[in-house]
Structure formats: structure tokens, C-alpha cells
């Protein structure tokens, strides 16, 4: 039990398709994050939200949507995805960002 | 921007051998550092981190790791490694706190018998 809840945790989709990735947290911490994970490339940080606020977006193509309802929660939500959006996208959370995050399991997205 | 180097993409070590898992980063400033371990299917989890003060950090599971600034350096070390350490390692690099984690590409560490 990781205190991070990712779901799902595999998902196939084609590149018309519309979903939506789940983070939760259970560790009462108010900072949230987005990370992508491709074979061969370092760790990605995609989003960072802090007191469901977002405090930081690197440049991540619009095709990517995240919402934070409220702190224990983080959503990704994937429309007309492409091919190389196929990776591993974890979650993390955080006491602040100055604080050690801690990550979730991760979803395994596939785009066909 | 800062970056992360970690020259090894794969090592392999035998069962109670010492361990060092190799870090560059670059940096003007002084920067924070990290080390994380994940295993198959899992996320990442903090084994250490540098601020400041000592540049010999103690982590979890027995780890420690040097900072050595004119080597621009943060190698990570275990004296005996156990079967249960086999993992992708991760040395990253924040110039302020987490939301600026810059990652390095990782090093699979293979524990042989």
C-alpha cells in the first residue's frame, strides 16, 4: 500500500478515443503531480498542482487535460492521443513541494 | 536548466557485493539531489537526498550517497547488495525544492548469485 492509488492500472485506447486517468491519495498531502515514463527517455514531469492550484506545466501538448477536484485527488483526462503517448504515467503526491513526493504505481497506457 | 547524467544503463553485481551506482549533474548553483528505486510495476520510492550540510547522506535499505561538488557528483553506494536490490535506480537533480525534479535516464542494477 503505497498511499497512491493510480487506476487503472493497464489501458489500451485507440487515437480517437477519450479517457481519463485516476490519482488518488490517502497521505493528507496538498501537492500533486503528473509524470510521464517512455522506454529509454528520463522521467518526464508534466504537471504540478499545489493546493489544487497548478503551479507548473511543462509545455505538455493540449491533448493532455488534468483537473485537481480537490487535494486528494488527480485526474489526466486523454483525448485524439497519439502513438508516442504510449508510456507509463505515475502520480505522486507531496506535504508542499519542498517536501519528498511519493508515487503511485502508475498507469500503462497503450495508444493503438 | 539543469541535467542529469547516469553513464550506466546496466550493471550487474553479485549477491554480497559492494555497489556503486554512478550520478553527473549540472548545475550552476548548488543543487538538491535524489536518488529513487523502482521496481517492476511500481512507482518510484525516495531512497535518499542532499540539501545541504553533510555531503554523506545515509537513505533507506542501507544506501548512502556522496555528494562531491568539484566532481559534480552524487554516486549512490551499498556495501553488500541483496537479491531483493535488483531494481531501475534513478538519480535526479531540483534546483528549488520538487516540482523542478529533473531525472536522469536510470541504471538497472541485476543482482547475480
Known amino acids: 500500500e503505497t498511499g497512491v492509488t493510480q487506476t487503472p492500472r493497464h489501458l489500451v485506447m485507440g487515437m480517437t478515443n477519450k479517457k481519463s486517468l485516476k490519482c488518488e491519495q490517502h497521505?493528507?498531502?496538498?501537492?500533486m503531480y503528473w509524470y510521464k515514463q517512455s522506454a529509454k527517455k528520463p522521467l518526464e514531469l508534466m504537471f504540478v498542482?499545489?493546493?489544487?492550484?497548478?503551479?507548473e506545466n511543462n509545455s505538455v501538448p493540449s491533448r493532455f487535460s488534468p483537473e485537481c477536484p480537490n487535494s486528494s485527488h488527480l485526474f489526466l483526462h486523454l483525448h485524439t492521443l497519439q502513438p508516442e503517448d504510449s508510456a507509463l504515467y505515475l502520480c505522486?503526491?507531496?506535504?508542499?513541494?519542498?517536501?519528498?513526493?511519493?508515487f503511485g504505481d502508475g498507469t500503462r497506457l497503450s495508444i493503438l | 536548466a539543469q541535467s542529469v547524467t547516469q553513464p550506466d544503463i546496466h550493471i550487474t553485481v553479485s549477491e554480497g557485493a559492494s555497489l556503486e551506482l554512478r550520478c553527473n549533474y549540472s548545475?550552476?548553483?548548488?543543487?538538491?539531489l535524489f536518488w529513487y528505486v523502482q521496481s517492476p510495476g511500481q512507482g518510484l520510492q525516495l531512497l535518499l537526498k542532499?540539501?545541504?550540510?553533510?555531503?554523506l547522506v545515509q537513505g533507506i535499505k542501507g544506501f548512502e550517497a556522496e555528494f562531491k561538488r568539484s566532481q559534480s557528483s552524487f554516486n549512490l553506494r551499498k556495501p553488500s547488495v541483496h537479491w531483493s536490490d535488483a531494481a531501475e535506480y534513478f538519480c535526479?537533480?531540483?534546483?528549488?525544492?520538487?516540482?523542478?525534479?529533473?531525472f536522469g535516464k536510470g541504471t538497472m542494477l541485476l543482482v547475480s548469485p
Open positions: 505522486a503526491s507531496s506535504q508542499g513541494t519542498d517536501q519528498p513526493q511519493h
Open positions: 497521505l493528507g498531502h496538498n501537492a
Open positions: 498542482y499545489s493546493l489544487e492550484e497548478r503551479v
Open positions: 548545475y550552476g548553483a548548488t543543487p538538491y
Open positions: 542532499y540539501f545541504s550540510g553533510d555531503t
Open positions: 535526479a537533480v531540483a534546483t528549488s525544492g520538487y516540482s523542478t525534479l529533473t
